[in-house]
């Protein structure tokens, strides 16, 4: 039998091109929209799921289960961006964010453990961000919910792994998807202290997803840690000096660090 892989936030971007390549592999894919409805062509099945929504996450995980009898892999892909002064983002934009890109993860995996317990397997990957290993300025909430997303399945691994079930992150970098278009973006405000360096830094932002890689590396990056019989904790998925800043974030001090990014963002 083939494996049954969930990817949340499958219809578009990077799960899409996950959910393509693992069908060609011969993996029986699920993906999940907010909007299936809007996916008639798709290669493979689209099950309603929204993340924030609890009903939505149990419906979809019994679903699945229901016809396939298991789930092996979650991928655990839907997140949202969000760009802006910290300042003068709205309170509720960054619950909204957390929401997304922290809590929603979480509780698709509650979701999902039992299930895997009983089948005693299972893989979980989280798709977190490069951005996540680093506070970048006018990214400070996306980075701090992706950085959450990483510092807590190194507990949960930890925790699951007498179960046989595995766990592990998946940062990339910058790639050429649709995540610009599905940010929230504070506005460029006329009377904001941040209008010139904000404006700069996201025009700058933009350009590199515009830029960015395929995403079937992605895809690739994580059919071989499907493949792997012992997932590592970490992998980085991104253009070389990407993946090289976090080398350079544990070896440079502080201050120094600091002001190569800023020197990067021209700030």
Known sequence: MS?????????????????????????TVYGTSRNPQNYPDSQFPIVMLDVVDHKSILSCIEEVISKEGKIDVLINNAGAGITGPIEEIPEIEIKRNFDTNFFGPINVIKAVLPHMRQQNSGLIINITSIAGYMGLPYRGIYSASKGALELIT??????????????????????ATNIAAGRYHAPVLNDSPYKESYGNTLKLMNEHVDSGQDPLLMAKAIFNVINTKKPKVHYKVGEFMQKFSIVLKRILPDRVYEKLLMNHYKL
């Open 3 to 27: 494996k049954v892989v969930l990817v949340t936030g499958g219809s578009s971007g990077i799960g899409k091109s996950v959910s393509e390549f693992l069908i060609s592999k011969d993996f």
């Open 154 to 175: 190194e507990a949960f691994r930890m925790e699951i792994k007498g179960f046989n079930i595995n766990m592990t992150n998946v940062a990339p970098g910058d790639f």
